[in-house]
């Protein structure tokens, strides 16, 4: 059947990598991905399976980028194949012979092409190819010729055979052939030689006898309509698979630019080349749950470690997950939520967030990290990216950087990628004084009254996350004073 190739060139397996999978959980997929059905569950299940896939080829990533550019500027053409396209695939056989599913099938092909045709044209390699495989395949001729051919085998006029006798006068070389044209019905019609027509309405008084003729060749027709249904039927469902995907980046894109936020298609580098460059990069989750969203400019170019600190309810964890959005959705060839992006790819994707104390009390909060950690890092290949956020807060600051320096430090060493958000000062500190040319540090921002203003800035770890401020705001007054008479004596 036809190619489809939306998603990546037809004929080319796509190099994928493993990512983690406390990805989803960490980085609150489940609500992008609500976003992007906007209410259809097989567009849900699509892009639940496809989105977490990452590729790890740029030339596929750009291929898929340019397609669903395409359908950005036409959302009316995606709409329409994808109607198409899920009406194909929900067709209903209601006989054994598959005639009139494999009619209406036909039609479904038609209205494809069609549809293709009243559309411009557009510049991607993927739907252009597509389109004119539509065109050359599936043209007038062909789709008349198959129509005719459909509404012979229901044999109006009677089935014509051919056959001979065998070895022991037993039937041998029984052949279908193709339909008799109308002709006056009789019991051996007009014809010379040895064949003769075979009236469905004529029954002998000890059965039909010409069954064992007919059966054979209406079981092999059978199985051909049968087979050529289920392959178009194929060919649809793969089809509204691939459009599932593009319909929802559309919409989650649609529900991204009705909020304000912008978007634009991140330059894809290879792997290795340990760049991160990005204007207004947002988390797309909250952009979907708010209207005002400070971005974060950011070029962290040549680096490998970046290092996030600073005050309480800055916006870390923010900049954390719209990193990790914005690594997941490049590489799966959607937009990011930036005003421009550029990435390289990494073989696989990690997160290493806080996680709720076991409630069982089977192990305590140290263990469970250091069990997930342990986890993480055997499944880890070079050219990786880990994901960070407070890390070993349940133990004091001077066993949390004697833990955390050796592991990070050998993470670094073999190639991996890591952006740590993180309270542990005394880490942070000593990491910051040994001058690492590929680290980065970031501080979120804190006005001199105590206000977050949500901006990551490059600047040296300070000593403290201004909790104070969170403890004023909430009681009313400063720790170490009293509300009554001032400062406590």
């Not at 298609?265 to 080349?273: D, N, Q, R």
Request: glycine share 8%; hydrophobic share 40%.
């Amino acid at each position: 059947m036809i190619p489809i190739g939306l998603l990546h060139p037809p004929g080319q397996r796509a190099q994928v990598a493993r990512n983690g999978e406390a990805v989803a959980e960490d980085l609150g997929l489940a609500d992008l991905y609500t976003a992007m059905a906007a209410g259809d569950e097989f567009v849900a299940d699509v892009v639940k399976a496809i989105v977490p896939v990452s590729l790890t080829d740029p030339d596929v990533i750009r291929y898929r980028q340019d397609v669903l550019a395409d359908f950005c500027a036409d959302q009316a053409l995606l709409r329409e194949l994808y109607a198409i396209a899920r009406e194909a695939a929900s067709v209903r056989r209601w006989t054994a012979m598959a005639l009139q599913s494999l009619e209406e099938l036909v039609g479904h092909l038609r209205r494809l092409r069609q549809t293709c045709e009243k559309h411009a044209a557009g510049s991607s390699a993927g739907l252009t190819r597509f389109r004119e495989v539509l065109a050359a395949q599936l043209d007038d001729e062909y789709l008349s010729g198959l129509e005719k051919h459909l509404a012979a085998l229901y044999f109006e006029h009677g089935m014509l055979f051919s056959a001979a006798l065998g070895t022991g006068n037993k039937l041998d070389r029984v052949t279908l052939h193709e339909p008799p044209a109308a002709t006056r019905r009789s019991l051996f019609g007009g014809r010379s030689g040895s064949s003769f027509v075979a009236l469905e309405n004529f029954e002998f008084h000890d059965g039909d006898p010409l069954r064992i003729v007919t059966a054979p060749a209406l079981a092999i027709v059978k199985e051909v309509v049968g087979r050529v249904a289920d392959n178009v039927q194929g060919f649809f469902r793969e089809l509204r698979t691939e459009l599932a995907f593009y319909l929802g980046c559309v919409n989650l894109r649609e529900r991204l630019s009705r909020a304000g936020t912008p978007t634009c298609f991140p330059i894809p580098a290879h792997p290795g080349e340990n760049v991160l460059s990005a204007r207004d990069l947002r988390d797309p989750l909250l952009s979907l749950a708010r209207s005002e969203v400070v971005g974060t400019d950011i070029d962290a170019t040549a680096t490998t470690f970046t290092v996030v600190t600073g005050a309480n309810s800055g916006g870390k964890s923010t900049f954390l997950r719209s990193v990790g959005c914005a690594q997941l959705m490049m590489q799966a060839g959607l937009f990011v939520t930036a005003r421009a992006c550029t990435a390289d790819i990494r073989h696989g994707l990690f997160t290493h967030f806080v996680r709720a104390e076991d409630p069982a009390m089977q192990h305590g909060r140290l263990d469970e990290e250091l069990a997930r950690l342990r986890e993480i890092t055997d499944q880890l290949a070079p050219h990786a990216m880990v994901l960070c956020n407070e890390p070993f807060a349940s133990t004091n600051d001077r066993d949390a950087a004697a833990i955390t320096d050796p592991i990070l430090s050998a993470l670094l060493d073999s190639g991996v990628k890591v952006v740590l958000v993180t309270h542990l000062h005394d880490f942070a500190r000593q990491r910051f004084a040994q001058r690492h040319p590929t680290d980065l540090f970031l501080r979120a921002e804190r006005a001199p009254d105590g206000r977050r203003t949500y901006r990551l800035t490059p600047g040296a770890p300070e000593p403290t996350s201004h909790g104070t401020d969170i403890f004023a705001q909430i009681f009313g007054y400063a720790p170490g004073t009293n509300p009554r008479h001032g400062p406590d004596r």
